[in-house]
């Protein structure tokens, strides 16, 4: 299985200061078609996930464009430009390239 | 509007078996697979199998085979996860998602106790 390890596990952030999220996977996760199934996903508490980012960079329908990806074979960073008070909650990084699709640990992202 | 809306909770003892439902809406059923995923209180994601809307293909996690069956109907666009032989480790809300993780159902408690 692709393991998938997310730093930091926490990120205590100011109200309007950038956050920053990487993701490193075990092994390459471009599929032989050439896409690259890696995602973000955002939980808030008591929430299911929300998909954020889908391929690497492209934002899901209705997210905020302060929310950015970047990224290619087994690194990946998800970015949020200017952090707003609803941002608080988990973040996973997720890659559905391999059977098993698998998941980073999470990282919570908190206002200082 | 894309909507996946899971049955309500349940609760089950050791060894009996929970089939929790995914009725999916917005869209053409047969167009997109369905993912199960689970998290278990205060955890991460653990995927167990995906089945395609289309034609029923399945593909579960090596953990779960054996123990859990995926199934669809197409008539009422709903999607059927059975997972048997439960332990309390099994305690977890479950979760359905369309395709590549796009949409999510609100999750289903499972609550495994005796």
């Known amino acids: 299985d692709i393991v998938m390890t997310q730093t930091p596990l926490s990120s205590p952030v100011t109200l309007g200061q950038p956050a920053s999220i990487s993701c490193k996977s075990s092994?390459?996760?471009?599929?032989?078609?050439?896409?690259?199934?890696l995602s973000w996903l955002q939980q808030r508490a008591g929430q299911p996930p929300r998909l954020l980012i889908y391929q690497i960079s492209n934002r899901f329908s209705g997210v905020p464009d302060r929310f950015s990806g970047s990224g290619a074979g087994t690194d990946f960073t998800l970015k949020i430009s200017r952090v707003e008070a609803e941002d608080v909650g988990v973040y996973y990084c997720m890659q559905a390239t391999q059977s098993p699709w698998t998941f980073g640990q999470g990282t919570k992202v908190e206002i200082k | 509007q894309v909507q996946l809306v899971q049955s309500g909770g349940e609760v089950k003892k050791p060894g009996a078996s929970v089939k929790v439902s995914c009725k999916a809406s917005g869209y053409t059923f047969t167009s997109y697979g369905i993912s199960w995923v689970r998290q278990a209180p205060g955890q991460g994601f653990e995927w167990m199998g995906w089945i395609s809307g289309y034609n029923g293909n399945t593909d579960y996690a090596q953990k779960f085979q054996g123990r859990v069956t995926m199934t669809t109907d197409t008539s009422t666009s709903t999607a059927y996860m059975e997972l048997r032989s439960l332990r309390s480790d099994d305690t977890a809300m479950y979760y359905c998602?369309?395709?590549?993780?796009?949409?999510w159902g609100q999750g289903t408690l499972v609550t495994v106790s005796s």
């Open positions: 092994q390459s996760v471009v599929h032989s078609d050439g896409n690259t199934f």
């Open positions: 998602t369309r395709g590549w993780g796009e949409w």
